[in-house]
């Protein structure tokens, strides 16, 4: 019985990475999880990517260890053989008898490649309703972008507080993203029923790099956080009239309670230094990004520890509240809060 599973609610009917497109390659099983389930994958010959449940129904040996054999996946142990439905084509050990296979099919989950990434809708009890989440800039003129792939000992919840939360950056990342100068910074926080839209009032902030890399003209700088069921975060620095821009854009796979994939798009538009950015900002990125790692594996360590969150909030968690209520809520089959705006205010 996958409790994970049965108690995430309504949060499990949505789109999921299951990993970068480039990752899975014609007639090779990979395995995944999500919401500790167990699925293979494979790319077929005509270039259309298989999902199913990672389980043979002979023995229950695991699909991902057999081999692809003109389009269908056979398993490791007794040969067991399944196409692209999920229907079993053939037993070795019945010989010619194809009546005597049964009718019961391995279960199927729908699979879209969009955005370069494959993703997996988890509602078995329902039809995709939705497109995967909208990964920005992919295509956009000027803009250049890159993959991070990242595990956190951490749930969904806590790791879209953190990619969205300011005052960390200071002690956290100091000196690599942001450092302590003891000045307000006002924000709008609204909740709608689906997201949590945060805009900044700071035209003259900065991130680690930006002052001679991103801001060499100083434009003025428009910060927003936006949060998007039922995992999604979006973290915008545009300076200017959109001249220059740095976006953080993850989607957070839930492999099991305290453990998750993050598929992170870094998107950024530096004028004429765009095509030479990359390798230095891989370079930074993952530093700031094992920092968060480091922290969130520590977090979730204490919250096991610990058994319950006791949190003590003040206004710059404001945001954090309104994830948690909308999460709450889809986990409990219910409707989401009213939508709800609040000012706030708070010091790094």
């Known amino acids: 019985m996958n409790q994970f599973y049965n108690n995430s609610g309504d949060l499990v009917h949505n789109w999921y990475a299951a990993g970068l497109g480039s990752e899975i390659r014609q007639n090779v099983p990979v395995r995944v999880t999500i919401f500790q ?7 077929n010959s005509d270039n259309t990517i298989v999902a199913l449940v990672d389980r043979c129904n002979h023995r229950n040996a695991p699909l991902s260890e057999g081999k692809i054999i003109d389009n269908c996946l056979v398993c490791p142990y007794h040969g067991w053989t399944y196409d692209e439905s ?14 005597r296979i049964p009718n019961k099919k391995v279960e199927k989950f729908p699979v879209i490649e969009e955005h370069g990434l494959v993703w997996i809708w988890m509602g078995r009890d329902s039809t995709p309703d939705c497109a995967p989440f909208p990964m920005p800039t992919m295509k956009e003129k ?5 993959y991070m792939t990242t595990d956190f000992e951490s749930n969904v919840t806590d790791l879209v507080e953190n990619f969205m939360d300011v005052p960390h950056t200071v002690y956290v990342h100091k000196g690599w993203f942001r450092d302590r100068k003891q000045i307000c910074i006002k924000a709008t926080v609204e909740r709608t029923e ?3 839209l945060v805009s900044y009032d700071q035209s003259g902030d900065a991130i680690g790099f930006s002052d001679k890399l991103l801001n060499p003209k100083g434009l003025p700088m428009k910060h927003t956080d936006n949060f998007y069921m039922p995992n999604n975060t979006k973290v915008d620095y545009i300076y200017g ?10 989607t957070c ?7 998750s994939r993050v598929y992170t798009l870094i998107s950024y538009k530096f004028g004429w230094l765009t095509p030479l950015a990359k390798l230095g900002l ?4 993952k530093i700031v990004i094992n920092q968060d790692v480091e922290i969130m594996n520590l977090q979730g360590k204490n919250l096991q520890a610990y058994g319950s969150k006791n949190f003590k909030s003040t206004q710059s968690d404001t945001m954090h509240i309104f994830i948690e209520t909308l999460r709450q809520s889809a986990k409990k089959n219910a409707s989401p809060p009213p939508g709800r705006s609040k000012d706030i205010e708070f010091w790094v």
């Open 241 to 250: 009239e959109e001249e220059r821009g740095f976006i953080i854009t993850s």
């Open 86 to 99: 999920g229907q079993c084509v053939n037993i070795p050990s019945e010989g010619p008898h194809t009546e």
């Open 194 to 196: 689906d997201s949590v």
């Open 37 to 43: 389930v167990p699925i293979v994958l494979w790319r």
């Open 282 to 285: 891989k370079w930074y990125t």
């Open 253 to 259: 796979t839930p492999i099991k309670d305290f453990s």
């Open 142 to 146: 000027g803009w250049n972008h890159y």
